[in-house]
């Protein structure tokens, strides 16, 4: 038996998918949401782009440095260092 209400439509399932396989899109999904302060999302979507290349993905131009610097934002936002950053 499924524990969910229904059947999830395709458009969200391939709108899932898609996003996965966009490593540019995890980059700035993590940096959308420090920008509105959801730390967990942000995580969440750094850990997708870091499972991303640990996979053998490709790197979008500039993407580690990228990744680097959201995850230093990151950091500094969780301890209550810094506030996030508008443009990591």
């Not at 499924?2 to 966009?22: M, T």
């Not at 999302?41 to 490709?58: C, I, K, M, P, S």
Request: glycine letters at 6%.
């Amino acid at each position: 038996m499924s524990d969910h209400s229904g059947p999830i439509p395709l458009r969200a399932i391939l709108a899932e998918v898609f996003r996965q396989l966009d490593p540019a899109a995890c980059l700035q999904r993590a940096t959308d949401a420090l920008i509105d302060r959801d730390l967990a999302e942000a995580d969440l979507a750094l850990q997708d782009y870091f499972t991303w290349r640990r996979r053998g993905g490709f790197q979008p131009p500039n993407g580690d440095a990228r990744a680097a610097e959201i995850e230093k934002c990151l950091a500094e936002a969780k301890t209550g260092q810094s506030p996030p950053v508008s443009t990591p």
